[in-house]
């Protein structure tokens, strides 16, 4: 099994930033994939970001050029940097973890992101 630890969340100004990080335990070996997502108040979880064992990442249109996610192998840490932060960024962030199928190993218990206008 795997677990997920996210941390980093909180209440930021529009136009500021903040990081996320997603600590892995466990069975760290059948990741092959860790992403973000986000779910607003009445809205759908959604993707936001997501990279690969070999470095290749993935970003929401909405987040392009302002949210950077990144790994820490030796730390089997997942980082998301969100710069330029905006009112509707703010969301409970959830990360997970997906094997080579594509299957998903675990989610983590989420944290809140609150951008203020």
């Known amino acids: 099994q795997v677990q997920l630890v996210e941390s980093g969340g909180g209440l930021v100004q529009a136009g500021g930033s903040l990081r996320l990080s997603c600590a892995a335990s466990?069975?760290?070996?059948?990741?092959?994939?860790m992403g973000w997502y986000r779910q607003a108040p009445g809205k759908q979880r959604e993707l936001v970001a997501t990279?690969?064992?070999?470095?290749?990442?993935n970003y929401a249109d909405s987040v392009k050029g302002r949210f950077t996610i990144s790994r820490d192998n030796g730390k089997n840490t997942v980082y998301l940097q969100m710069n330029s932060l905006k009112p509707e960024d703010t969301a409970v962030y959830y990360c997970?973890?997906?094997?080579?199928?594509?299957?998903?190993?675990?989610w983590g218990q989420g944290t809140q992101v609150t951008v203020s206008s």
């Open positions: 466990g069975s760290i070996r059948s990741i092959n994939a």
């Open positions: 990279i690969t064992n070999g470095g290749p990442t």
């Open positions: 997970n973890a997906n094997n080579r199928y594509a299957v998903v190993l675990s």
